[in-house]
C-alpha cells in the first residue's frame, strides 16, 4: 500500500471519527502488557484558528460569505513538537509544545479589526504546552486512529489597554483532540492530528477581556480557544536499535470445555518481530505449557483464565481470556492399597524404609506411627529401632473422603555387639575319664565356643584348666 494511499486512507478514518461515525469492534479487548517501552518524537506543522474576543467573527449577526472568505484568509500557522512514552500497547503519555502565530489575536488588524480606541496586542505569537493521555483504537493496524485528553499552559504577551505596559501571561485549561496515525515502518510513522486547547483566563490569549473592558462584539466569556489542524512526523527512538517487538495478535481456543477434554490453543503473532522469541501457556491450574500452540485438559470443573506471553529482544506482549470447564462433580475417595516395608525383621539399629500406596482424591496427608513413640509425616519415612522387640507400624492418610488405615508388624532383635556384651561364660569342656580325645558331646560345646569367638572378635575370655589327681598324668597338676 502506497503512502498516498495510506493517508487517504487516513484523512477518510479522521473525518468518520469526527463524525461519530465509527463504533467499537464487536471482537472481545483483551488487555495488553508490554515491556521494553521505547520513547517517540513528533514533529509537526499546520494550521491554527483563535476563538475569542479578537476572534474577528460578529457573533451578534449572520456573516456573509465574503466575511467568512476573509476571515480564513487570517488563519494562522504553528510549529509542534512532542515527546511520548508509551504505558501500554494502548496507551501513551505525551508533552507536547506548539509555537503559534495567530493573526487576529491583534485587535486593530485584519478584515474585521475592532474599533478600540485604547492600546493594542503588539504580539501575535504564543507558546503554548501540552500534557496529554492517548489512547490508541486500533494499535496492531497499519492506520491507527488515536483520541487524546489533558491539560494546557499557555503563555502570551500582552500590552496593558490603559498603562501600555507589557507583560506575559500565563493561561491553562483542558486540552483535547484526536487524530491517525499511519504506519511506514516499524520506526517510522505520518501523523494527522488536530488538538483544542480551552484557556483561562483569555487574556493570556489576547491579551485582555476586551469584551468585559470595552463593550466589544466578541466573545464575552473569560475564556479563548485555541486550535491546531496539522500533519506531521513520529520517529521511535528506542534502546534496543534494529529490534523489532513482538506483537500478539490473538489468541484461539474453546471458551467452554468438558472435563479431561483435550482443548487445542494457538496463536497468532506479527510477522516483522525479530527473532529469538519464547512462548508460553498458562492454563491457570498450575500447568505451564512452552510453545505457540498447545493441547491441554483440565482435571477439574471450573473457570480458568489461559494467559499466552511472547518475549523477544523487544519486550513482552500478553493476552488472556477465559475458559469454563464443566463435567460431573466426583465424590472424594481414598483407599491404602499397600504398606510395604524394605524388611520385616531387623535388628536393633538397622534402618527400614517404609513405602506405602495410598489411592485417592488429592490432597491426601499421611501419618506414621511406628510404635516405638516415634511419628512421621511424610511419604516414604525411614525409622531405626533401638531396643529390640515387636512393633506394629500404623499408617493414617486422610484426605476429604474421611480416614484409611493399615498396619504392618517388625521384629527387631538384639544386634551381634548386643549379643556379645550379653556373654560371661562360654561352655565347659571335659575330656572323658582316662581319655586324651574329646567325645561328641563336648567337641559340639566345644566348637559353640569357636562360634562365639569368632563373631566377638574383641570378646576378653579367660581359660581355666585343671586334671583329676587320680588320673595318671607325666605332669604335676595341682590338685583341685
Known amino acids: 500500500m502506497s503512502i498516498i494511499k495510506k493517508i487517504s486512507q487516513a484523512f477518510l478514518l479522521l473525518l468518520l471519527v469526527h463524525g461519530g461515525a465509527m463504533g467499537q469492534s464487536a471482537t472481545q479487548v483483551v488487555e495488553q502488557t508490554r515491556n521494553g517501552k521505547?520513547?517517540?518524537?513528533?514533529l509537526m506543522g499546520g494550521l491554527n484558528v483563535y476563538g475569542g474576543d479578537t476572534d474577528g467573527i460578529p457573533h451578534y449577526k449572520k456573516i456573509s460569505?465574503?466575511?467568512?472568505?476573509?476571515?480564513?484568509?487570517s488563519i494562522g500557522y504553528s510549529g509542534r513538537i512532542e515527546v511520548g512514552l508509551p504505558i501500554t500497547?494502548?496507551?501513551?503519555?505525551?508533552?507536547a509544545g506548539e509555537y503559534g502565530h495567530y493573526p487576529n489575536i491583534e485587535p486593530n488588524e485584519g478584515p474585521f479589526a475592532l474599533p478600540f480606541s485604547q492600546g493594542k496586542i503588539s504580539d501575535e505569537k504564543r507558546l503554548h504546552l501540552d500534557l496529554l493521555g492517548r489512547f490508541n483504537i486500533l494499535p496492531d493496524n497499519s492506520i491507527n486512529p488515536f483520541v487524546q485528553l489533558g491539560g494546557n499552559l499557555t503563555f502570551g504577551k500582552t500590552t496593558d489597554i490603559v498603562t501600555s505596559a507589557k507583560s506575559t501571561k500565563l493561561g491553562f485549561g483542558p486540552s483535547g483532540g484526536f487524530g491517525v496515525d499511519v504506519k511506514v515502518s516499524d520506526k517510522l510513522s505520518v501523523v494527522l492530528e488536530?488538538?483544542?486547547?480551552?484557556?483561562?483566563?483569555d487574556i493570556a490569549v489576547d491579551g485582555a477581556d476586551y469584551a468585559t473592558q470595552l463593550g466589544s462584539s466578541g466573545d464575552d466569556q473569560d475564556h479563548d480557544w485555541l486550535s491546531f489542524y496539522g500533519i506531521g512526523a513520529k520517529l521511535k527512538i528506542g534502546s534496543g536499535t534494529g529490534c523489532s517487538p513482538i506483537d500478539v495478535l490473538q489468541i484461539n481456543g474453546p471458551r467452554s470445555i468438558n472435563l479431561n477434554e483435550e482443548g487445542k490453543f494457538t496463536s497468532t503473532l506479527n510477522t516483522t518481530s525479530s527473532l529469538p522469541a519464547e512462548y508460553y501457556w498458562d492454563f491457570g491450574d498450575g500447568t505451564v505449557v512452552q510453545g505457540m500452540n498447545a493441547t491441554h485438559k483440565f482435571a477439574k470443573p471450573g473457570t480458568y483464565t489461559i494467559t499466552f506471553s511472547a518475549t523477544n529482544c523487544g519486550g513482552t506482549d500478553v493476552e488472556s481470556f477465559p475458559v469454563t470447564v464443566t463435567g460431573p462433580t466426583t465424590q472424594p475417595s481414598l483407599s491404602i492399597v499397600s504398606l510395604t516395608p524394605s524388611m520385616t525383621s531387623a535388628k536393633v539399629g538397622?534402618?527400614?524404609?517404609?513405602?506405602?500406596?495410598?489411592?485417592?482424591t488429592a490432597p491426601i496427608s499421611y501419618r506414621w506411627n511406628f510404635g516405638d513413640g516415634s511419628t512421621s509425616n511424610t511419604t516414604t519415612p525411614t525409622h531405626a529401632y533401638s531396643a529390640a522387640g515387636t512393633y506394629t507400624v500404623i499408617l493414617e492418610a486422610q484426605n476429604a473422603a474421611g480416614i484409611d488405615r493399615r498396619m504392618q508388624t517388625i521384629e527387631i532383635t538384639k544386634s551381634a555387639v548386643d549379643a556379645c556384651d550379653a556373654i560371661t561364660e562360654l561352655n565347659s569342656v571335659y575330656f572323658a575319664f582316662g581319655s586324651s580325645q574329646l567325645d561328641a558331646n563336648a567337641q559340639s560345646r566345644l566348637m559353640e565356643n569357636v562360634d562365639v569367638l569368632k563373631g566377638c572378635s574383641n570378646l576378653n575370655i579367660r581359660i581355666n584348666g585343671y586334671a583329676d589327681h587320680l588320673e595318671p598324668n607325666e605332669m604335676t597338676i595341682t590338685q583341685r
Request: no cysteine.
Open 38 to 42: 521505547s520513547l517517540y518524537v513528533k
Open 65 to 73: 460569505l465574503v466575511e467568512l472568505g476573509d476571515y480564513l484568509k
Open 89 to 95: 500497547k494502548r496507551f501513551d503519555v505525551a508533552l
Open 194 to 201: 488536530n488538538n483544542h486547547a480551552l484557556v483561562f483566563p
Open 350 to 360: 538397622e534402618v527400614i524404609r517404609f513405602n506405602s500406596e495410598v489411592r485417592g
